[in-house]
């Protein structure tokens, strides 16, 4: 292997490694967001580092589009917003399915929630994810 070669697979080994974020730690608690034809709950509270469980029980498939971008910063474990080795605030869950975030930090995280990814009309109102201390 040329030294080119070996620098670009080193290069490329360590920017893989660097865009890992690790599975739900199951040792805390996990919080579901229910997706129907509503969301439930629409004001969660939950404690930093439990799992954010958003379950889409709908027969199609529904978009979540988290707004602002802080808190994914700092997050301790991720399913379904990773998006070419980085976080990403906008995900689609198909049907019975769910994404999942462990926030880092306490906080506010609001999103809002397509019914139909295809038509932006149909977003829920906003709702939000209350994060404190463990205690």
């Not at 689609?92 to 609001?110: E, P, T």
């Amino acid at each position: 292997m040329t030294g080119k070669a070996c620098l670009v697979l080193v290069l490329w080994l360590l920017m893989a490694g660097c865009a890992t974020v690790p599975e739900p730690d199951r040792s805390h608690t996990v919080r579901y967001v229910l997706i129907r034809d509503d969301v439930s709950p629409t004001d969660l509270y939950a404690q930093v580092g439990d799992e954010i469980r958003w379950q889409n029980l709908r027969t199609e498939p529904v978009m979540i589009g988290l707004l602002g971008a802080g808190m994914l910063d700092s997050v301790l474990c991720q399913r379904g917003f990773m998006r070419f080795g980085r976080m990403d605030g906008l995900t689609i869950v198909q049907s019975q399915d769910y994404v999942s975030l462990c926030f880092a930090r306490r906080g506010v995280v609001r999103y809002n929630i397509w019914l139909d990814p295809e038509d932006l009309r149909t977003m829920s109102r906003t709702a939000a994810i209350h994060l404190a201390e463990t205690s």
